[in-house]
């Protein structure tokens, strides 16, 4: 290992062995390939798929998952991520024991098994055997493996891994051949592969190759310091299909290296050499990847290339160049390397490849499966669907504080790396504002975009529709999601009950993708008169296992809206304004302010009650005294609210006292009960001083969390604003 400081000048290249191409580190199954066009040029950008493209094919399996938007639906179940995954499925099926798998799974890759020997055709969503082949390292390792397995997993690890020596000895710099590298001719020319490499072709780099003979060729530049070198098969020169490539991988790899060393936290360099696997037969090439075999105590980070006939957009290719890339930065600079350590690599890998291409996005290949898993594994237990954890990592750490994160990880074991997050400042708040984030407006890109699951998959609950506990199981370092969904017509009251290590936030499904919407869980929820209230509810836990509690202390029914539920309170402009256009339509232009309050509340089954708490009408008349009217009184009737129009009838109000001062002056006596008491839902007063609620009131209304506006037809609308309070005990009078 050298330090980037010292004179030693790395050697970046790229050896591309083989027959037609793209490459990828994802591969087949994903519905982010499907009907997407060859590329042609290198610079053919990858579309944005949308949420049912990205999704893997249907198949024979199906899985049923639950929306707050579509109720229960079933979608395509996701094929594993990786080859790794697959493994550990058929092992827990037991169609496999452990070595068994890793011969078969070495096989495919290496060509000399066919995917339609395998379950479900082996497929996978990223067709990357690092993981794998580390499992197989791993494997060998163990002094309690199985013997029957062991020749034959060695000769395919040593097949899947290049020969760094026989390279070096088929290979010739191509500007000491004084071979032409015009790429004018627009079509590609039939060559066959020279007889002399027609054993590499099929033996791999265990082939003898003749001295003096060469099957590739390479480009070689210096960037930054670099020496970047790119290999390819020496009748390559006259097939501009397959030229473009080695262009687009000489792109990726230069500007990998310059974005990997600009963050100025990697202190050893290495050498790259990444290599085409054509071992695979013709027909299989639809299924394509990269990978990391790791060469232990070298400067010579291997990068092998799973080819798949056709291409695929090249700005995809580059992107996967930029993961491998910098899965070597990781081995050689911050260790890992063990099972437990593929969460992060691979989620890391991911977003980082990202930074270096923001625009292309093929990231979000696994971006439908993390929200299928969120719910019920561990980020422990995915790998590249982490990519969106860290994609909010760097976000909110920034890159060089992230990769201090992940040195502190690796190498350490689940138990441990958890002990780690949990201890890191703040990773409980961090960690659950992630959650919130996926689950709501989602991550922020690095080319700047938001994208939203839409349905969001959600654990599913029973319906809340009387007084009692709920319980929410919160499992460490899971994004929960729960559906809470309230009976209509109701008003519930309600107080979360937590264990002290957890932490929840809840958002109307309707608002979940603004930001500003999340809190903690509202301590009234009012349901609607044709459909119940549906929220969101997020609940982590960076520590222990443990459970979140709502308790439901008391359910109202509402005759029809639940919104109206509850004590309001007049807001004082939208009230004068309304008196001061009735008094204009009679003739009398008047001014009018407005102190004091004027409650009402509606309550279970209809009624309604008011309040006028020492309510203060100001007015004003041209060449006129100025008059203050002090009104105290009370009111009861009864109210239907359908969610568009609320009318009252049967209502009836008794003023106990108005005072009246003039000029500053208070008139003695007041006016008395019969006064104008400056009402709104009053019928015409009668001599008694009570008025005879013989008429139907009201209009239509909105009514949100925080106002009720009712729109009466003459004079417009009048507003309310809640308040969390009982109407007072009116003064009786004496």
């Not at 992107?319 to 990781?330: D, L, M, P, R, S």
């Amino acid at each position: 290992m050298t330090n980037l400081n010292s004179t030693y000048r790395s050697v970046v290249r790229i050896a591309i062995f083989g027959m037609p191409l793209l490459v990828g580190c994802s591969l087949i199954g994903s519905a982010i390939s499907q009907g997407s066009p060859v590329s042609s040029t290198p610079t053919e950008a990858l579309a944005q798929p949308t949420f049912a493209q990205r999704s893997p094919p249907s198949g024979p399996d199906m899985m049923t998952i639950f929306t707050l938007e579509k109720g229960e639906i079933q979608v395509p179940a996701p094929p594993p991520t990786t080859l790794n995954d697959l493994l550990n499925e058929q092992i827990e099926s037991g169609h496999w024991d452990e070595g068994e798998g890793l011969v078969m799974l070495l096989g495919l890759v290496a060509g000399e098994v066919r995917s339609a020997e395998l379950p479900d055709n082996g497929e996978v969503l990223e067709v990357n055997p690092t993981g794998l082949l580390r499992r197989a390292g791993l494997y060998l390792d163990d002094p309690e493996h199985d013997v029957q397995y062991e020749a034959e997993i060695a000769r395919l690890i040593a097949k899947l891994s290049p020969h760094l020596e026989q390279l070096e000895r088929i290979s010739r710099p191509i500007d000491t051949l004084g071979e032409t590298t015009d790429l004018t001719v627009g079509r590609r020319l039939q060559i066959d592969v020279p007889t002399e490499c027609s054993n590499l072709m099929e033996q791999w780099f265990s082939a003898e190759i003749d001295t003096g003979e060469y099957c590739y060729v390479y480009r070689h530049e210096n960037v930054d310091g670099h020496v970047i070198r790119i290999y390819y098969p020496k009748w390559w020169q006259e097939q501009p299909d397959l030229i473009v490539s080695v262009d687009a991988s000489q792109e990726a790899l230069a500007r990998s290296v310059e974005v990997y060393d600009g963050l100025g936290v990697f202190t050893n360099i290495l050498d790259f050499l990444v290599v085409f696997n054509v071992t695979q037969p013709e027909d299989e090439r639809s299924r394509y990847g990269a990978y990391v075999p790791g060469i232990a105590g070298t400067d010579e980070c291997p990068i092998i290339v799973l080819p798949k006939a056709g291409g695929k957009p090249h700005d995809v290719f580059r992107q996967i160049i930029a993961h491998e890339v910098f899965h070597c930065y990781q081995t050689w600079n911050l260790g890992g390397g063990l099972a437990d350590d593929e969460w992060w690599e691979e989620g890391s890998a991911e977003y980082f490849s990202n930074v270096v291409y923001p625009d292309v996005n093929f990231e979000y290949t696994t971006f439908d499966s993390y929200h299928l898993q969120a719910n019920l594994r561990p980020i422990f237990d995915m790998n590249y669907e982490n990519f969106l954890l860290f994609q909010y990592l760097g976000n909110r750490l920034g890159d060089p504080a992230l990769i201090d994160l992940l040195k502190s990880l690796a190498g350490r074991g689940h138990a441990k790396q958890q002990e780690t997050l949990g201890s890191y400042p703040e990773f409980d708040a961090i960690f659950h504002d992630f959650a919130v984030a996926t689950a709501g407006p989602g991550v922020l890109d690095s080319d700047g975009h938001r994208e939203a699951a839409s349905p969001i998959p959600l654990l599913m609950d029973e319906p809340i529709d009387r007084k009692g506990e709920r319980t929410y199981r919160v499992d460490p370092f899971v994004a929960r999601r729960y559906a809470l969904q309230y009976e209509k017509e109701r008003r519930f009251l309600q107080e979360p009950i937590e264990s002290g290590i957890e932490r929840h936030s809840a958002a109307q499904l309707d608002a979940r993708q603004d930001p500003l919407a999340w809190s903690a869980l509202p301590p009234e929820i009012r349901s609607q008169c044709s459909e119940g209230a549906k929220y969101v509810l997020v609940v982590t836990s960076v520590e222990d296992q443990t459970d979140f509690k709502v308790g439901v202390n008391d359910v109202e029914v509402a005759k029809c809206d639940p919104c109206v539920l509850g004590t309001w309170d007049v807001e004082p402009t939208s009230y004068a304004q309304y008196y001061e256009k009735l008094f204009a339509a009679n003739g009398q232009p008047i001014g009018l302010q407005i102190h004091g309050h004027f409650y009402i509340m509606f309550k279970e089954g209809g009624q309604m009650l008011t309040r006028r708490d020492q309510l203060e009408v100001s007015t004003s008349i041209a060449n006129q005294p100025s008059l203050v009217t002090t009104i105290d009184g009370q009111g009861s009737g009864a109210y239907d609210a359908d969610g568009e129009k609320m009318s009252i009838t049967n209502f009836s109000s008794t003023t106990n006292n108005v005072s009246v001062r003039i000029e500053g002056v208070e008139v003695p006596g007041g006016l008395g009960p019969s006064s104008s008491t400056f009402g709104l839902f009053d019928g015409r007063p009668d001599e008694s001083g009570q008025d005879s609620g013989t008429e139907s009131v009201g209009g239509p209304y909105t009514c949100t969390n925080k106002s009720l506006t009712i729109g009466f037809p003459t004079y417009g609308d009048v507003i309310f604003l809640r308040v969390d309070k009982i109407i007072p005990t009116p003064v009786p009078t004496p």
